[in-house]
T-cell receptor, first 117, second 108 residues
Framework: DGGITQSPKYLFRKEGQNVTLSCEQNLNHDAMYWYRQDPGQGLRLIYY???????QKGDIAEGYSVSREKKESFPLTVTSAQKNPTAFYLC????????????????FGAGSRLTVL | GQSLEQPSEVTAVEGAIVQINCTYQ??????LSWYQQHDGGAPTFLSYNALDGLEETGRFSSFLSRSDSYGYLLLQELQMKDSASYFCAVRGFQKLVFGTGTRLLVSP
C-alpha cells in the first residue's frame, strides 16, 4: 500500500543538538511539505518542495533545514537554532508539481513527536 | 497575509447535527478544504470546495460562499468516532494554510 512513512515516531533531544526527522513516500507525489503542530493549534508550514532539488521556506522556517535529493524523500533537520522545537511534526505530500495541477488533497504521515529535554 | 477563524470547541450528542464554521482572509483564494484529525493521529482529507455551494459526501457536507469569505462543515448523524479536531484550510496563491482547528466532542 502506498503512503508516507515518518520516523522516528518519538524523539527526545538535548538542548543544543541537531536532529533529523525522516519522511519517505511511495505515492509518486511531486510535492512534499513539513508542518509543525503545537497543542491546541493548527498546522504551520515549515518548508515545502514541489520538485527534486528545489524547496521553499514556509511561514516558520527559522531553525529548520531540509533537502530534496530524491522524489521519495524529504528529511527535516531541527537545528539547535530552533528556540522551541518541542512539537508534533507532520510530513505531507501532494500529487502534481504545478500548484494548480492535481487534486487539492494532502496525504499526511503519522507524525513525529519531538521533545527537548 | 492569510488568516482563518474557527470555533475552538463544539459539543454535541450522538445522532445530532453539528456545523463548524470557518471564516478566512487571504491574498489569493483557490479553494477551501476540510481535514479531520483524531488525537495523536494524522490529518485526513474530508472535502474541498472551489466554487460556491454545497458539496455532500455521505454524512459530511461542506459549504462555501466566496463573497462572504465563509465556509462550513456539516456533520450529520453524529457518531462517537466523529470526536476529533476539524481544520479548515485555504488554498492560497502558493500554499495551503490551516486554521487553528475545532475540537468536536460527541457524547452519548
Amino acid at each position: 500500500d502506498g503512503g508516507i512513512t515518518q520516523s522516528p515516531k518519538y524523539l527526545f533531544r538535548k538542548e543544543g543538538q541537531n536532529v533529523t526527522l525522516s519522511c519517505e513516500q511511495n505515492l509518486n507525489h511531486d510535492a512534499m511539505y513539513w508542518y509543525r503542530q503545537d497543542p491546541g493549534q493548527g498546522l504551520r508550514l515549515i518548508y515545502y518542495s514541489q520538485i527534486v532539488n528545489d524547496f521553499q521556506k514556509g511561514d516558520i522556517a527559522e531553525g529548520y533545514s531540509v533537502s530534496r535529493e530524491k522524489k521519495e524523500s524529504f528529511p527535516l533537520t531541527v537545528t539547535s537554532a530552533q528556540k522551541n522545537p518541542t512539537a508534533f511534526y507532520l510530513c505531507a505530500s501532494k500529487l502534481g508539481q504545478s500548484y494548480f495541477s492535481g487534486a487539492n488533497v494532502l496525504t499526511f504521515g503519522a507524525g513525529s513527536r519531538l521533545t527537548v529535554l | 497575509g492569510q488568516s482563518l477563524e474557527q470555533p475552538s470547541e463544539v459539543t454535541a450528542v450522538e445522532g445530532a447535527i453539528v456545523q463548524i464554521n470557518c471564516t478566512y482572509q487571504t491574498s489569493g483564494f483557490y479553494g477551501l478544504s476540510w481535514y479531520q484529525q483524531h488525537d495523536g493521529g494524522a490529518p485526513t482529507f474530508l472535502s474541498y470546495n472551489a466554487l460556491d455551494g454545497l458539496e455532500e459526501t455521505g454524512r459530511f457536507s461542506s459549504f462555501l460562499s466566496r463573497s462572504d469569505s465563509y465556509g462550513y462543515l456539516l456533520l450529520q448523524e453524529l457518531q462517537m468516532k466523529d470526536s476529533a479536531s476539524y481544520f479548515c484550510a485555504v488554498r492560497g496563491f502558493q500554499k495551503l494554510v490551516f486554521g487553528t482547528g475545532t475540537r468536536l466532542l460527541v457524547s452519548p
